[in-house]
């Protein structure tokens, strides 16, 4: 067994480093955690969308939290909104957790719309930084498709449901909780906290700030029971995202899923252009799947992804099809339409970068024209092989030839029979002008 190249045992040192890191971090949280003799806080930030990643780590926190007997979670939150699935699972967490759970909208000029209001109103105490909104909840199908109006009214109806047994319990305005979802009100910091009854507790500028107004106040848990927070000398922790949830939570960026989508069907097609290549059906294959989840997180049009696999489908034809380049044409057509309508989402976080669309049908485009010019360079040559190799080739007679009467040639430095319209001598030039089976015509040069 041979050792492994320097690239592999590059990549193999970096992974080891990236895992080892991770742990040494982690290591370092849960060692300041136990060696703190007063109040331990545990502060995450979940700047994403609302999707499995990000609430696995929620969950996870909540988690280290309820083990390490922590006097606070705070998660300071910006999302532009999420999965509903997901959600609940952060929401039931949240509600069960034996530690207390704060969720502060965060830095100024932040929100917390859709996924991330219902996450916010759930917590023990909802806190927002001046310049930061919440709200807009009201739901939207998953696939991105427009939903009939009893199919709308029927989601609609269920979250503001949900909001109402989450905002009852914990004394905030239940009539504007239901208002973000039916109607897809947001509000402001003052719109939420000087409301009759408020939808959130506090306005603090930072963390800190948030620290210091939460010391010596109770909270109201979920089940009624109520605790006097000590956050004055609290140490704080902060909880990041382990390596598995950082990688996944990237991949569920729209970009990435784009460009993850396109490459995986560039590389397929690669491979199916030249079998055997393997490298490229390798990466495809796992570009594909790598894509699919996150597009299993992202609202998705399913028009605009058939679109776009329909445009890389026309490219691959140009190849097999002689079409003057109208394929070539139709699939640059159909690949910026489909990746336009690709993510369909009002919220900015969730748009496709337009110059990154540009790029990639730029790019698939030149690849395209390219392998065309291939193709038809390879139509137009010469044929140097088999039958029609011979026409213009030039030998010598080696009988003598006429009209009607056969003789033999030789051409290639082999001896074929051949007949002439004209008279040749023998020994004298010839010049192939056709073949039929496995006698030649030919003339004088």
């Known amino acids: 067994m041979g050792l492994p190249d320097r690239g592999s045992r590059c990549w193999v040192l970096g992974a080891a480093v990236l895992v080892l890191t991770s742990a040494l971090v982690d290591q370092q949280a849960h060692s300041q955690a ?34 390490a ?49 219902i996450i916010t109103i759930a917590a023990d105490i909802a806190a927002m930084a001046p310049g930061t909104h919440i709200g807009a909840a009201h739901p939207v199908a998953g696939t991105g498709a427009i939903m009939d109006e009893t199919t709308s009214k029927k989601a609609a109806e269920d979250v ?35 409301a009759n009854p408020p939808l959130i507790d506090l306005v603090a500028t930072s963390l800190d700030d948030l620290l210091k107004q939460l010391d010596g106040r109770g909270v109201k848990r979920f089940d009624g029971r109520t605790e006097t927070l000590h956050t004055a000398s609290a140490t704080v922790v902060s909880i990041e995202m382990t390596l598995r949830q950082r ?37 495809g294959g796992l570009s594909l799947l790598l894509a699919f989840f996150a597009l299993q997180v992202l609202p998705i049009n399913f028009a605009g992804l058939l679109l776009m696999l329909f445009g890389l489908l026309l490219f691959a034809l140009e190849i097999k099809v002689t079409s003057y380049g109208l394929l070539t044409v139709g699939g640059i057509i159909s690949l ?41 360079a390879s139509r137009r040559g010469v044929p140097v092989t088999g039958a029609e190799g011979l026409i213009g080739e030039r030998g010598l007679a080696i009988d003598p030839l006429a009209p009607g009467v056969r003789g033999r040639v030789r051409v290639h430095g082999e001896i074929w029979s051949a007949i002439a319209s004209e008279p040749i001598v023998d020994g004298g030039p010839i010049t192939v002008t056709n073949v039929d089976g496995l006698t030649l015509t030919v003339r004088k040069p």
């Open 34 to 67: 136990q060696g703190s003799s007063g109040p331990v806080i545990y502060s995450a930030e979940v700047d994403s969308i609302i999707h499995p990643a990000s609430a696995r780590y929620m969950i996870d926190t909540i988690d280290r939290a309820d083990a």
């Open 69 to 117: 007997n922590a006097a606070l979670v705070v998660f300071t939150l910006r999302t532009p909104g999420g999965l509903v699935d997901s959600t609940r699972d952060i929401v039931t967490k949240m509600i069960a957790a034996k530690t207390p759970i704060a969720v502060f909208v965060a830095p100024s000029g932040s929100r917390a719309a859709s996924a991330g209001f």
């Open 160 to 194: 503001a449901a949900y909001v109402r047994t989450i905002a009852g319990p914990r004394g905030r305005n239940v009539q504007l909780a239901e208002q973000a979802v039916l109607e897809s009100k947001a509000f402001t910091q003052d719109e939420a906290i000087k």
């Open 247 to 283: 990688i996944l939570s990237a991949i569920a960026h729209p970009n990435i899923a784009y460009i993850l989508l396109s490459l995986g069907t560039l590389g397929l097609t690669i491979e199916l252009w030249s079998p055997g290549a393997v490298l490229p059906g390798v990466v």
């Open 336 to 376: 910026i339409f489909g990746s336009l309508m690709l993510i369909d989402s009002p919220a900015p976080e969730l748009q496709l970068s337009l110059a990154l669309v540009v790029s990639v049908v730029l790019g698939f485009t030149a690849i395209a024209a390219f392998l065309v010019r291939l193709a038809l």
